[in-house]
């Protein structure tokens, strides 16, 4: 079944795969919200950018996700400034509201027609632990002025959610949503206007460095000649076995709920995710229908078996019950092993970018911004480079492999305390 956003994402581009030899500036590989803000910030700065895409652009997490957008990062401010310091967690929390502030620029500056919307989001508690813990996170967001963030008690979040599942949440006015692929393919027309080559079905399957160049092979063994390079694919890892102890790729599952013409679900329901273990979320997206997503495991994806997310709407709004399912879909997101992305230069002038960990709608536009930067030899701002100080948190690939497909966070948890506790991080 097609994903709700696919069925309603109005006009695309037919992108053509690249047949001849191909030489460009920067070559950029991923064609999701990373490749095409890096794409679509080279192009405007005058470089000779080239975007190849395996399949189809926003085909990866970008084109499958929840359409929230919002502050912060996967990892809580409290857990960034306990690890970091609390003066590298500010810069973070400053570049994060850069990322949402550029997706709304852009989206006004190009006119980008997405729904772009702001809803609020609130960050909901299942248990008494994760009220204490998020009311950690709203005590350091007010203490760093962050005003908008404000603490609902059971009876206020079950009034607002129409659910009285949660026992309390923080609230936060400054948060959005949009339609994910109208904002890709509004990005990847913007990048085209301004020169930018974009390719579709074109995988990269080889890169070789030939100095002073990098030379990339594409799967039907066209070679294309770059001078610098961004890798952009995320939870789709290449042969790189470097990325592989980094990123453990796993699936979210959605499903499109209508609800009845009578629902009594709160009209300006803001944007939600839960603190339970499978990570529940959900937004309106149309006045009678609801987005509700969360993790699926590798079973449960392999029989195509979206029962589970049904049974915990039930359980959650009970006194919905006349609902349809329109749509059911998956999305494969990376998780990073410390839930942090990353920026890195692998190798000179070869850029790697992802480990969003399910919370990159914003942060990738940004990535891709700052990718573009460094990929022009631009400089780059403070609180940018807090961010590239950051080392990437990892595994051993052996680890990642024993893991195995049905891996939880807290399985990852217990691998990187393990490399931690033998010193190998
Ligand atoms: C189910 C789900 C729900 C989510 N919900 C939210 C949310 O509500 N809010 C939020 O902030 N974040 C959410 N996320 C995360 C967010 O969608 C991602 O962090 C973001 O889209 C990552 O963008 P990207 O461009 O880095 O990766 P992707 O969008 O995955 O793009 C990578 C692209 O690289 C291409 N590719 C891979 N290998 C090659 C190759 N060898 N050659 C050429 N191309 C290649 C792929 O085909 C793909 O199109 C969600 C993710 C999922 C999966």
Same mark, same amino acid.
């Given at each position: 079944?097609?994903?709700?956003?696919?069925?309603? #994402?109005?006009?695309?581009?037919?992108?053509?795969?690249?047949?001849?030899?191909?030489?460009?500036?920067?070559?950029?590989?991923?064609?999701?919200?990373?490749?095409?803000?890096?794409?679509?910030?080279?192009?405007?700065?005058?470089?000779?950018?080239?975007?190849?895409?395996?399949?189809?652009? @926003?085909?990866?997490?970008?084109? =499958?996700?929840?359409?929230?957008?919002?502050?912060?990062?996967?990892?809580?401010?409290?857990?960034? @400034?306990? !690890?970091?310091?609390?003066?590298?967690?500010?810069?973070?929390?400053?570049?994060? =509201?850069?990322?949402?502030?550029?997706?709304?620029?852009?989206?006004? #500056?190009?006119?980008?027609?997405?729904?772009?919307?702001?809803?609020?989001?609130?960050?909901?508690?299942?248990?008494?632990?994760?009220? #204490?813990?998020?009311?950690?996170?709203?005590?350091?967001?007010?203490? %760093?002025?962050?005003?908008?963030? =404000?603490?609902?008690?059971?009876?206020? $979040?079950?009034?607002?959610?129409?659910? /009285?599942?949660?026992?309390?949440?923080?609230?936060?006015?400054?948060?959005?949503?949009? %339609?994910?692929?109208?904002?890709?393919?509004?990005?990847?027309?913007?990048?085209?206007?301004?020169?930018? %080559?974009?390719?579709?079905?074109?995988?990269?399957? !080889?890169?070789?460095?030939? /100095?002073?160049?990098?030379?990339?092979?594409?799967?039907?063994?066209?070679? $294309?000649?770059?001078?610098?390079?961004?890798?952009?694919?995320?939870?789709?890892? +290449?042969?790189?076995?470097?990325? *592989?102890? !980094?990123?453990?790729?796993?699936?979210?599952?959605?499903?499109?709920?209508?609800? +009845?013409? #009578?629902?009594?679900?709160?009209?300006?329901? +803001?944007?939600? @995710?839960?603190?339970?273990?499978?990570?529940?979320?959900?937004? !309106?997206?149309? +006045?009678?229908? $609801?987005?509700?997503?969360?993790?699926?495991?590798? =079973?449960? *994806? *392999?029989?195509?078996?979206?029962?589970?997310?049904?049974?915990?709407?039930?359980?959650?709004?009970?006194?919905?019950?006349?609902?349809?399912?329109?749509?059911?879909?998956?999305? *494969?997101?990376?998780?990073?092993?410390?839930?942090?992305? %990353?920026?890195?230069?692998?190798?000179?002038?070869?850029?790697?970018?992802?480990?969003?960990?399910?919370?990159?709608?914003?942060?990738?536009?940004?990535?891709?911004?700052?990718?573009?930067?460094? @990929?022009?030899?631009? /400089? $780059?701002?403070?609180?940018?480079?807090?961010?590239?100080?950051?080392?990437?948190?990892?595994? /051993?690939?052996?680890?990642?492999?024993?893991?195995?497909?049905?891996?939880?966070?807290?399985?990852?948890?217990?691998?990187?305390?393990?490399?931690?506790?033998?010193?190998?991080?």
């Amino acid at each position: 079944m097609a994903s709700f956003w696919a069925d309603a #994402e109005g006009p695309t581009l037919a992108l053509t795969p690249l047949k001849d030899t191909h030489e460009c500036e920067v070559a950029v590989v991923g064609g999701g919200f990373t490749g095409l803000s890096c794409a679509y910030h080279l192009a405007q700065a005058g470089v000779a950018v080239s975007l190849f895409e395996a399949r189809q652009l @926003a085909s990866g997490a970008s084109g =499958q996700n929840g359409g929230q957008v919002l502050l912060g990062w996967p990892c809580d401010m409290t857990a960034l @400034a306990e !690890r970091w310091g609390d003066e590298v967690a500010v810069k973070l929390w400053r570049l994060s =509201q850069s990322a949402v502030e550029r997706v709304r620029r852009l989206v006004r #500056e190009e006119a980008i027609s997405c729904q772009f919307r702001r809803t609020g989001h609130v960050d909901a508690a299942y248990s008494e632990a994760d009220v #204490e813990h998020l009311q950690r996170e709203w005590r350091w967001l007010r203490d %760093h002025g962050h005003e908008t963030a =404000q603490w609902w008690d059971a009876d206020a $979040i079950a009034r607002r959610l129409g659910t /009285s599942y949660y026992r309390g949440g923080l609230f936060d006015a400054e948060a959005y949503a949009f %339609h994910p692929r109208q904002y890709a393919w509004g990005l990847a027309r913007s990048a085209l206007k301004r020169g930018a %080559h974009l390719f579709g079905g074109t995988p990269i399957v !080889r890169v070789r460095p030939s /100095s002073p160049h990098y030379i990339l092979e594409t799967a039907s063994g066209v070679r $294309i000649h770059a001078q610098r390079l961004v890798w952009a694919t995320n939870a789709y890892l +290449p042969a790189a076995h470097w990325l *592989r102890g !980094r990123i453990l790729p796993r699936y979210g599952a959605q499903i499109a709920v209508k609800l +009845p013409r #009578e629902s009594a679900l709160p009209l300006d329901l +803001p944007t939600v @995710a839960d603190t339970t273990p499978e990570f529940h979320y959900f937004s !309106r997206v149309l +006045p009678d229908t $609801i987005i509700f997503g969360g993790r699926m495991d590798t =079973q449960a *994806r *392999r029989r195509g078996e979206f029962s589970a997310l049904v049974a915990q709407w039930r359980r959650m709004f009970p006194q919905v019950t006349d609902i349809q399912v329109t749509h059911q879909w998956t999305g *494969r997101l990376g998780l990073s092993f410390d839930f942090m992305p %990353h920026i890195v230069e692998y190798a000179p002038g070869w850029w790697v970018a992802g480990g969003y960990t399910g919370h990159g709608a914003a942060l990738s536009t940004e990535f891709g911004a700052l990718l573009a930067t460094l @990929a022009s030899g631009g /400089s $780059i701002s403070d609180d940018a480079a807090a961010l590239l100080n950051l080392p990437w948190g990892h595994v /051993s690939v052996k680890r990642h492999w024993a893991l195995g497909p049905r891996a939880t966070i807290r399985d990852m948890t217990h691998a990187v305390l393990l490399q931690r506790a033998l010193g190998a991080w």
